[in-house]
């Protein structure tokens, strides 16, 4: 009976594990798709800063992304440390 | 003295892969589960002297010392204290340092006298790219002189350790979070008392806060405290999270190919094996780019966090 609920609850904390990281990928991807997007108008109007629009579009893809893998890693501590949390 | 150099290259790069895949305790496969023993290579191996013990030995770790620390970092629970252990990871760092070394050696002579080698030549453009379109033009060419040496040195000791984790049969080191923390740590230390000697260490805290009113200061105070912390904790999980992320995949990949052929049987595991390789080939590719791209991200981060922390907004 304890063993079955146990085994039920891990497979709602898998589960959240699961859909966090799809959320967490949904998040990142309208993030840099809206800079990947905005930078290109912006090399397309002014082809001569390409450079410049392209290096500080990294560090801000970089700065979402970094959010997005918070959560992540918070995904993985679920399935890695099932009886800890 | 170019072949010297390149042989020292293919030794650095070959015996850690080497002690690496041949000092550690290997793994026993696991039909109900595939996938964990794959994922068991993202964890760090502890080097050990015997790598095929006798049934009923414990393999004893190559180097075990005593250190003063939390139980935490315990390695070897077994023994009494915190055991300090050499693992592959610390092979790999210890090579990517030396690589560096090596890679370098003859920089400075050709950016004196204009003669050197291929290496040389790749080595001193790419340092001078990163000074000149990264540090300088973030920080100024008279505060990114004092810290070009720190940065140089972080970002080609990431990108080597990216890139032996790429080598057959060797481990990422910047995969373990403990090594990530550990560069954070340094460029959290650089802001702090960057800022402190830059400006004086009173007047850092003082303008750590912005013109506000006086009423919310003391919130304000905490949050900028707080962020202190954060971004070098951002910069921890951003590469610890990327480099396991990318090998992840990978690894799934192949531990799919077992999964087929635990469910359906080995001829339906030969037939799927040129997709999923092609996929794991496909993940390495874009491995390979975010080696480069994530030592350039965090060289690039710490610039801009050390320069808010150098030269405050007034």
């Known amino acids: 009976m304890i063993q079955e609920t146990v085994d039920n609850a891990m497979g709602i904390a898998k589960m959240g594990a699961g859909l966090g990281a799809g959320l967490a990928v949904i998040g990142a991807g309208l993030g840099i798709g809206k800079i990947g997007g905005s930078s290109a108008d912006g090399i397309a109007r002014q082809p001569e800063a390409a450079a410049e629009i392209r290096g500080a579009s990294i560090i801000f893809a970089a700065l979402i992304e970094g959010v997005a893998l918070f959560a992540i890693v918070i995904a993985l501590l ?3 440390l099932p009886g800890k949390l | ?7 020292l290259i293919a030794v650095l790069i070959l015996v850690p892969v080497w002690m690496g895949s041949h000092f550690v305790v290997h793994h026993d496969s696991d039909p109900s589960n595939p996938f964990l023993p794959l994922f068991e290579h993202l964890m760090p191996a502890t080097l050990v002297t015997d790598p095929h013990p006798e049934p009923g030995e414990t393999p004893q770790p190559m180097l075990a010392i005593t250190v003063p620390g939390p139980a935490a970092f315990d390695a070897v629970p077994e023994q009494p204290g915190t055991q300090f252990v050499l693992t592959n990871l610390q092979l790999f760092q210890i090579a990517a340092a030396l690589l560096v070394i090596v890679c370098f050696s003859g920089v400075p002579s050709y950016l004196r006298t204009g003669r050197g080698d291929r290496l040389t030549r790749l080595f001193a453009g790419f340092a001078l790219w990163l000074r000149d379109d990264v540090i300088y033009p973030a920080m100024g060419a008279k505060v990114g002189k004092k810290f070009l040496p720190y940065f140089l040195a972080l970002f080609f000791f990431i990108l080597f350790m ?3 984790g790429l080598v057959p049969g060797g481990a990422t080191a910047t995969a373990s979070v403990f090594v990530t923390a550990g560069l954070a740590l340094l460029t959290l230390l650089m802001m702090v008392f960057g800022g402190m000697i830059a400006q004086g260490p009173f007047t850092y805290w003082k303008t750590l806060v912005p013109h506000v009113p ?4 003391p919130i304000m105070f905490v949050v900028e ?3 202190i912390f954060v971004k070098p904790f951002a910069l921890m999980i951003r590469l610890f999270a990327n480099m396991t992320g990318g090998h ?3 690894l799934s990949f192949m531990g799919l190919l077992f999964l087929v052929a635990n469910l359906a049987g080995t001829a339906w ?3 799927s094996s040129p997709v999923l390789v092609g996929f794991a080939v496909f993940i390495m590719i874009i ?3 975010v080696a480069l791209l994530q030592a350039y991200v965090f060289t690039m981060l710490s610039v801009l966090f050390i320069q808010a922390s150098v030269h405050p907004e007034h």
């Not at chain 2, 003295?1 to 042989?7: A, V």
């Not at chain 2, 006086?214 to 200061?217: D, G, K, Q």
């Open chain 1, 78 to 80: 679920i399935i890695v």
């Open chain 2, 1 to 7: 003295m170019s072949w010297l150099r390149y042989l």
């Open chain 2, 162 to 164: 990216n890139l032996l």
């Open chain 2, 214 to 217: 006086i009423a919310i200061w």
């Open chain 2, 225 to 227: 405290l707080v962020g």
């Open chain 2, 248 to 250: 992840m995949v990978v």
């Open chain 2, 269 to 271: 595991s030969w037939a």
């Open chain 2, 287 to 289: 491995e390979a780019f």
